[in-house]
């Protein structure tokens, strides 16, 4: 139980295009998911708190206009980052938090990654 | 907010020995720590977790400590094995925080045999 996919795994985009990422929690309902970025040897940076049918939350110094959240279901959020940059290359992980009681600090559990580059 | 801080970062152990990972915290509200392991590419992996109503928890030869008055935690490995080479994560999260998870740098664990 308790599974996480993201699509797509891998992706490869010409700078100035945008890219978007799907979340999905394939066995439970996730009122909130998080978007991480992690750079090479380096740790999860979060990015933004998603949640079901609200805008999601976004970390101090991410742009929330390049970095696009949906989350228009329990079982899925999606991320486009817009007008990508060589920059924007990275290693992109979405978590889900089980629907549970409201307030309790809870298991996050973490899709596969999608790494994107751009040339 | 919060800060979790990680040592060391690297930790290398000769197959059978115990690997040992801390890790600090600065917010004396957090209330939750998972560990989670990640090896090269792939998804980070909970491997452990403890509330801030114990201060031990030990699934197999996993471990995790927890001293709230000194806010740090600790992950114990006993009888390592190569597969147990990965990078280890700690973190840290409180309720009142939205259920962020604030991670440590990570450890890269290497058991050689």
């Known amino acids: 139980g308790a599974v996480v996919s993201q699509h797509p795994s891998r992706v490869i985009c010409k700078s100035g295009t945008s890219v978007k990422i799907e979340c999905r929690s394939l066995?439970?309902?996730?009122?909130?998911m998080f978007w991480y970025r992690q750079f090479p040897k380096q740790s999860l940076m979060l990015m933004a708190t998603?949640?079901?049918?609200?805008?999601?939350?976004?970390e101090q110094g991410v742009e929330k206009d390049k970095f696009l959240i949906n989350h228009a279901s329990l079982t899925l959020s999606t991320l486009t980052v817009t007008s990508a940059h060589p920059e924007d290359s990275s290693f992109y992980i979405c978590?889900?938090?089980?629907?549970?009681?409201?307030?309790?600090?809870?298991?996050?559990?973490f899709g596969p990654g999608t790494r994107l580059t751009v040339l | 907010g919060e800060n979790v801080e990680q040592h060391p970062s690297t930790l290398s152990v000769q197959e059978g020995d115990s690997a040992v990972i801390k890790c600090t915290y600065s917010d004396s509200a957090s209330n939750y720590f998972p560990w989670y392991k990640q090896e090269l590419g792939k998804r980070p992996q909970l491997i452990i977790d403890?509330?801030?109503?114990?201060g031990e928890k030990k699934d197999q030869r996993i471990a995790v400590t927890l001293n709230k008055t000194a806010k740090h935690f600790s992950l114990h490995i006993t009888e390592t094995q190569p597969e147990d080479s990965a990078v280890y994560f700690c973190a840290g999260s409180f309720t009142g925080g939205g259920n962020k998870l604030t991670f440590g740098t990570g450890t890269q664990l290497k058991v050689e045999l």
């Open positions: 403890i509330r801030s109503n114990v």
């Open positions: 998603s949640n079901e049918g609200s805008k999601a939350t976004y």
């Open positions: 066995d439970f309902q996730a009122t909130t």
């Open positions: 978590s889900a938090r089980p629907l549970r009681l409201a307030g309790v600090a809870d298991t996050q559990y």
